[in-house]
Antibody, heavy 117, light 107 residues
Framework: EVQLVESGGGLVQPGGSLRLSCAAS????????MNWVRQAPGKGLEWVSY????????YYADSVKGRFTISRDNAKNSLYLQMNSLRAEDTAVYYC??????????WGQGTLVTVSS | DIQMTQSPSSLSASVGDRVTITCQAS??????LNWYQQKPGKAPKLLIY???NLETGVPSRFSGSGSGTDFTFTISSLQPEDIATYYC?????????FGQGTKLEIK
């Protein structure tokens, strides 16, 4: 069974940092591109970042470029999102999602990041 | 960047009704369009990929059509468990983008 489990969310002050993790199991993690997608409270879905299976290709949404860094460790079946210079508008549930045929076919349960003083 | 415009933003329908949601892309995206269902407090679930292909295990009352810039998502006979918010998503170009969502309620 495919499972994605996020962790690392919490309350952080504006300007602070947080590192999210996503532990993958039930599939060959190293064969799939992965993504982070977020959802602000009561709002829609926003794609945040993409990383290819080998980490050779990485993309970011303009809203997080220069502040967030996506990475992965295929030996540990884990995906990460380092978030720096956090702003109130980064408050959201962050999901890791597997990419298959251009669609996000498996999602984690999400981890809430709250940026507030 | 490609903008995705969904309509309506909310919809109230009765059990058994046929429900249709539309999604328009700001430029031609061929058939690179997916549909998701999200229930409150849960992660989204992929229902339709490549505009018209049903994801494994998804009931056949869900369907999708369209290509280019105009797409349609249909529930042929609304069931109580279909209450959710539905999103379209394009993957023709990065950044991937979602529609704003359609909240479906039971009348």
């Amino acid at each position: 069974e495919v499972q994605l489990v996020e962790s690392g969310g919490g309350l952080v002050q504006p300007g602070g940092s947080l590192r999210l993790s996503c532990a993958a199991s039930g599939f060959t993690f190293s064969s799939y591109s992965m993504n982070w997608v977020r959802q602000a409270p009561g709002k829609g879905l926003e794609w945040v970042s993409y990383i290819s299976s080998s980490s050779s290709t990485i993309y970011y949404a303009d809203s997080v470029k220069g502040r967030f860094t996506i990475s992965r460790d295929n030996a540990k079946n884990s995906l990460y999102l380092q978030m720096n210079s956090l702003r109130a508008e980064d408050t959201a549930v962050y999901y890791c999602a597997r990419l298959e045929r251009g669609g996000f076919d498996y999602w984690g349960q999400g981890t809430l990041v709250t940026v507030s003083s | 960047d490609i903008q995705m415009t969904q309509s309506p933003s909310s919809l109230s329908a009765s059990v058994g009704d046929r429900v249709t949601i539309t999604c328009q892309a700001s430029q031609d995206i061929s058939n690179y369009l997916n549909w998701y269902q999200q229930k409150p407090g849960k992660a989204p679930k992929l229902l339709i990929y490549d505009a018209s292909n049903l994801e494994t295990g998804v009931p056949s009352r869900f369907s999708g059509s369209g290509s280019g810039t105009d797409f349609t998502f249909t529930i042929s006979s609304l069931q109580p468990e279909d209450i959710a918010t539905y999103y379209c998503q394009q993957y023709d170009n990065l950044p991937y983008s979602f529609g704003q969502g359609t909240k479906l309620e039971i009348k």
